[in-house]
C-alpha cells in the first residue's frame, strides 16, 4: 500500500503539467522498461523530477551521517537540474533564470517524492524498496532523448 501511495504521488507530479509544443518528449523504447510509463513526457520535466528525488536522498543521506551518500546523490541531483535546465534552453529558448522557474515546481515535487519514498522504505536504499526503485528510474532516465 505504501508502495502503491508513493506510485500516485510521482504520476500526479508528473501529470500536474502539459508538455510545450518544441518540448523534446521521452521515448524510452526496449531498454527503458522500467520507466516506460513516463513515455510522452518532456525530457526536462523529468530531469527536473529526478534532481528533486535526489534531492531528498542527499538530504536523507547527510541527516544519517552518510557524508559519501550525501554527496554522490546531491552530484546526481545537481547533473539532473543542469540537464533540464539545458533542454529547456533548446525546447524553450529559456534563459537559465526562467528555466529554473519553470522547473522548480517539479524539482519540489521530486524531492515529496523521494522523500515519500524513503519513509515507505525506511531509510533503507536497496533491493525492492520504494527509495531504491526511485533511485533506479531517475539512474535510467538518459541524458537526452
Not at 500536474?16 to 510509463?37: R, V
Request: hydrophobic content about 45%.
Amino acid at each position: 500500500m505504501i508502495r502503491k501511495s508513493v506510485g500516485l504521488a510521482l504520476c500526479a507530479a508528473l501529470t500536474a503539467g502539459t508538455a510545450g509544443a518544441g518540448d523534446t518528449l521521452f521515448n524510452p523504447g526496449k531498454k527503458h522498461a522500467i520507466i516506460d510509463y513516463w513515455a510522452g513526457k518532456p525530457m526536462w520535466q523529468l530531469h527536473a523530477h529526478c534532481a528533486g528525488v535526489f534531492g531528498a536522498f542527499s538530504n536523507h543521506a547527510a541527516s544519517t551521517g552518510d557524508a559519501a551518500g550525501a554527496a554522490s546523490a546531491k552530484s546526481a541531483g545537481v547533473r539532473h537540474l543542469d540537464l533540464a535546465l539545458r533542454q529547456l534552453k533548446r525546447d524553450r529558448e529559456l534563459e537559465r533564470k526562467n528555466a529554473l522557474q519553470v522547473a522548480e515546481p517539479y524539482v519540489a515535487g521530486g524531492r515529496t517524492v523521494g522523500e515519500a519514498a524513503i519513509g515507505a522504505s525506511a531509510g533503507e536504499m536497496r533491493g525492492t524498496s520504494a527509495a531504491n526503485f526511485r533511485r533506479s528510474e531517475c539512474l535510467e532516465l538518459p541524458d537526452h532523448a
